[in-house]
Nanobody, 123 residues
Framework: VQLQASGGGLVQSGASLRLSCAAS????????MGWFRQAPGKEREFVAT????????NYAPSVKGRFIISRDNAKNTVYLQMNSLKSEDTAVYYC?????????????????WGQGTLVTVSS
């Protein structure tokens, strides 16, 4: 599986962005997917996860209510809709494919990672 993340950019505080992550395999629908982020000088952290059919999602407390993870298995793509962006959301965002059908907040559950897309939120 190869993952290609896109959609990052420079926006002002309060704006919205939608990230996409396209997978190169038809087995995409078998895997839970997740989004993680890494801010400059900080460790990578969990953002959101979704199970194989989109029926279950989970979010980090810092983004809950502002971000929405979704997936389109027909397009082999997972999305992260980011609303009400804050300067503290500035980071490189990575999508990842879990070894399990369920989602997970633990990076150890993920076997494939995309290359990352940079989101910069100016205050």
């Amino acid at each position: 599986v190869q993952l290609q993340a896109s959609g990052g950019g420079l926006v002002q505080s309060g704006a919205s962005l939608r990230l996409s992550c396209a997978a190169s395999t038809r087995r995409f629908s078998n895997n839970g997917m997740g989004w993680f982020r890494q801010a400059p000088g900080k460790e990578r952290e969990f953002v959101a996860t979704i199970n194989w059919n989109g029926g279950s999602t989970n979010y980090a407390p810092s983004v809950k209510g502002r971000f929405i993870i979704s997936r389109d298995n027909a397009k082999n793509t997972v999305y992260l809709q980011m609303n009400s962006l804050k300067s503290e959301d500035t980071a490189v965002y990575y999508c990842a494919a879990s070894r399990y059908a369920s989602g997970s907040s633990q990076s150890i559950a993920y076997t494939k990672w995309g290359q990352g897309t940079l989101v910069t939120v100016s205050s």
